[in-house]
């Protein structure tokens, strides 16, 4: 992937000092980071640089990185892009019940904030529950949330698992749900009556997860959400200065832009 932005068109919505990407990738280089032999699918190399190069065509100041599942467990790529710019950068980690205890402050100090977990079938469906559970057990005392990427039809089974987490959690991708089924689809109904609890926000980026191109379909989805996030007084998602959940009331999250 290119790293040089200085031809693209640049945007013409000028977004506002301190404007978060709450939710991207870097992948590789695999010649330093390669790619777990697990993986369920291999992009090309998209590093760090490509990253810099366009938040800064975007005018994007801070970020959130995720942990891309083709790394599987094998967080460095993401911590050297932190370690980059470690004032205005945190990420969300892939681990499991091997990390130690001094793996887990290791990941605190590289500036590492939550753990995700795929629920999502292409990319291999319901993790180990039990893993799951004890890593959630592990992390709370960390002050970290838990980051969830699942299927729509996967939010009602669920639910009763995310009302019982002891911690803060994100739900990725506006639950992925269908958007030409509408705001009053079940899947998206739960979505906001789980919104509605003081631990829980919901990511409002992923337009091309729930809606094809030019993604209209997806534009009552999220004004929902962000109406949610209005009513209940919320002026900000839970990626803030300091990149953690923040506490009081939940709500919506939103991003200044998404990647795979």
Not at 49 to 75: F, P, Y
Request: proline share 8%; with cysteine.
């Amino acid at each position: 992937m290119p790293h040089d932005f200085s031809k693209r068109r640049k945007p013409r919505f000028k977004l506002p000092p301190g404007a978060c990407d709450a939710h991207n990738h870097v992948f590789g280089p695999a010649a330093k980071f390669p790619y777990a032999p697990e993986r369920r699918y291999t992009p090309e190399d998209a590093p760090k640089e490509a990253l810099t190069a366009l938040h800064a065509l975007l005018r994007v100041e801070r970020a959130a990185i995720v942990q891309a599942s083709c790394h599987g467990k094998d967080n460095r790529a993401m911590l050297d892009a932190i370690a980059d710019a470690p004032d205005k950068r945190r990420g969300v980690a892939m681990v499991d019940d091997t990390f130690t205890d001094r793996d887990l402050a290791a990941l605190d100090r590289g500036g590492i904030r939550a753990v995700r977990f795929n629920f999502v079938r292409h990319l291999g469906g319901t993790p180990d529950m039990d893993v799951f559970y004890r890593v959630i057990d592990r992390i709370k005392g960390l002050g970290w949330h838990v980051v969830l990427h699942m299927d729509a039809p996967d939010i009602v089974p669920l639910g009763d698992m995310m009302r019982k987490l002891p911690l803060p959690f994100v739900i990725d991708h506006m639950g992925r749900v269908e958007a030409t089924a509408g705001t009053e689809q079940p899947a998206f109904r739960a979505l906001l009556e789980l919104a509605k609890r003081k631990n829980c926000w919901i990511k409002v980026c992923g337009a091309e997860r729930i809606s094809l191109p030019p993604y209209a379909a997806a534009v009552p989805i999220a004004r929902a959400m962000r109406g949610l996030s209005k009513r209940s007084g919320q002026r900000r998602g839970p990626l803030t200065p300091t990149l953690s959940p923040q506490a009081g009331r939940g709500g919506a999250c939103c991003t200044a832009g998404d990647h795979q």
